[in-house]
């Protein structure tokens, strides 16, 4: 009974691989929906129709319906460079309406790119991923992620209500 699938990267990757037999036997295709800069919200990124496109290339191109996971996403706190913009309260706020905007579009599983971070390099993205501090001490994320994930637990999608830019309510 295991849902089997891969992780195929860019579009044009994922086509020829379709092509080519490779989803042959598979149930389901794992995504990675970052933000295009790792800054800015989801809304603004155009995060549901960027997985509305994406199922719709896999379908199309596969002939048939698979489920759509998400092993990945996050947001980056380092505290210099370029996506030093992000602070813990956004990372926190950014997951959970990535969540519930990925739950929105019916993806499976649901998981943040990495629960700790190394912290070794204040510019570097790929260091403040994560849910707790180095020191284990937990970040604004942790809680806001869990409490998402309980909400969310049974519960189902009935809609959107649009009040304007940036501003909704799902």
Same mark, same amino acid.
């Given at each position: 009974?295991?849902?089997?699938?891969?992780?195929?990267?860019?579009?044009?990757?994922? *086509? &020829? *691989?379709?092509?080519?037999?490779?989803?042959?036997?598979?149930?389901?295709?794992?995504?990675?929906?970052? &933000?295009?800069?790792?800054?800015?919200?989801?809304?603004?990124?155009?995060?549901?129709?960027?997985?509305?496109?994406?199922? /719709?290339?896999? /379908?199309?191109?596969?002939?048939?319906?698979?489920?759509?996971?998400?092993?990945?996403?996050?947001?980056?706190?380092?505290?210099?460079?370029? &996506?030093?913009?992000?602070?813990?309260?956004?990372?926190?706020?950014?997951?959970?309406?990535?969540?519930?905007?990925?739950?929105?579009?019916?993806?499976?599983?649901?998981?943040?790119?990495?629960?700790?971070?190394?912290?070794?390099?204040?510019?570097?993205?790929?260091?403040?991923?994560? =849910? *707790?501090?180095?020191?284990?001490?937990? /970040?604004?994320? =942790?809680?806001?992620?869990?409490?998402?994930?309980? =909400?969310?637990?049974?519960?189902?999608?009935?809609?959107?209500?649009?009040?304007? /830019?940036? *501003?909704?309510?799902?």
């Amino acid at each position: 009974d295991a849902i089997v699938g891969p992780s195929l990267g860019p579009n044009n990757y994922v *086509v &020829s *691989v379709i092509k080519a037999g490779g989803m042959e036997g598979m149930d389901m295709m794992s995504v990675h929906p970052y &933000s295009n800069n790792f800054t800015g919200s989801p809304e603004s990124n155009g995060l549901r129709q960027r997985i509305r496109d994406y199922h /719709k290339m896999v /379908k199309d191109n596969l002939g048939r319906d698979i489920f759509l996971y998400a092993t990945e996403f996050g947001w980056p706190t380092p505290p210099e460079g370029p &996506s030093a913009g992000n602070t813990e309260t956004i990372q926190a706020q950014y997951t959970v309406r990535e969540t519930i905007e990925l739950y929105a579009e019916n993806v499976r599983g649901i998981t943040p790119y990495c629960l700790g971070q190394d912290e070794a390099d204040r510019a570097d993205r790929e260091h403040y991923f994560g =849910l *707790v501090r180095k020191n284990l001490e937990p /970040k604004p994320v =942790l809680l806001a992620y869990a409490n998402a994930g309980r =909400l969310l637990e049974g519960s189902a999608f009935v809609g959107d209500i649009w009040i304007s /830019k940036d *501003v909704g309510a799902m």
